[in-house]
């Protein structure tokens, strides 16, 4: 069963324009983290952030939790050509990590 | 420090049949989880292996099996191969085995395709 889903399914946006990425999950956690998947390949973890924290920055990368809601969201900001992928968002269900649908993003230059 | 390996990277066999996938995890980790991962589905859970022993198991038919060797390298099979078996599987190492809260690094999967 999926314990977060991303929203939107799929963005488009031009090189150098933010993308924002939203995660809403079920549960209460420990921890929520972010994935990118290039095509048909493995999972590159990008950032890991704990339930008692609210905003958490990776380079070009920002990720904010509020847990009252039960969201996250990532934000890459000047987004490259190379950014394209799928992002996703993975919980702790008490038993494994598990994973959101994903958001498909595309950059173009 | 060599990453996850999986074996083989594509692989298409017929209904019925069965099937190995391995694992070789980054040296030192000790943890190996498995996932499914389809268009229609997404990544969903399989199991977790740490030090030998299955410690979780998700929401799988017994056809899907797995084991973990003592060098921490695990198999997954999957029995009497069913058509909606075909999707990229992966495996994902980490230092422990933090149910969830661990960071996973991932292999680039095995691709089964069932005809």
């Known amino acids: 069963s999926q314990q977060g889903e991303e929203d939107p399914q799929a963005l488009s946006i031009q090189e150098g324009e933010n993308a924002t990425m939203n995660c809403s999950y079920k549960?209460?956690?420990?921890?929520l983290q972010w994935y990118r998947q290039n095509s048909g390949r493995g999972l590159v973890h990008l950032i890991l952030?704990?339930?008692?924290?609210r905003e958490k920055h990776s380079g070009r990368l920002r990720v904010t939790l509020d847990t009252s809601k039960k969201s996250s969201s990532l934000l890459i900001t000047a987004s490259r050509a190379a950014d394209t992928a799928s992002y996703f968002c993975?919980?702790?269900?008490?038993?494994?990590?598990?994973f959101g649908k994903g958001t498909t993003l595309s950059v173009s230059s | 420090k060599a990453g996850v390996t999986q074996t083989p990277r594509y692989l298409i066999k017929t209904r019925g049949q069965q099937v190995t996938l391995s694992c070789s995890p980054i040296?030192?980790?000790?943890?190996v989880s498995w996932y499914q991962q389809t268009p229609g589905q997404g990544l969903q859970f399989l199991f977790e292996?740490?030090?030998?022993?299955?410690?979780n198991k998700g929401n799988f038919p017994g056809r899907f099996s797995g084991r973990q060797f003592s060098n921490s390298r695990s198999e997954m099979n999957v029995s009497t191969l069913e058509l909606g078996d075909s999707a990229l599987y992966l495996c994902?190492?980490?230092?422990?085995?933090?149910?969830?809260?661990?960071?996973?690094?991932f292999g680039s999967g095995t691709q089964l395709s069932v005809l």
């Open positions: 993975a919980t702790d269900a008490g038993t494994a990590l598990i």
């Open positions: 994902a190492s980490s230092l422990s085995s933090g149910a969830g809260t661990e960071k996973l690094f």
């Open positions: 549960t209460s956690i420990n921890n």
């Open positions: 952030i704990r339930s008692n924290e």
């Open positions: 292996y740490f030090s030998e022993t299955q410690r």
């Open positions: 040296s030192g980790h000790r943890s």
